[in-house]
């Protein structure tokens, strides 16, 4: 994501923002989906 976006608008703090989002939506899933279960 970050690297599509630097290379969209050539701006490395649009790029840099773009990839800190990604990487903790991708990072609070995975530690949704494997640490966090429910223990019903």
Request: proline share 0%.
């Amino acid at each position: 994501a970050a690297s599509w976006v630097f290379h969209e608008t050539a701006t490395w703090w649009a790029a840099g923002v773009a990839g800190s989002i990604v990487g903790a939506v991708w990072n609070y899933l995975l530690s949704a989906s494997l640490v966090w279960k429910n223990k019903a």
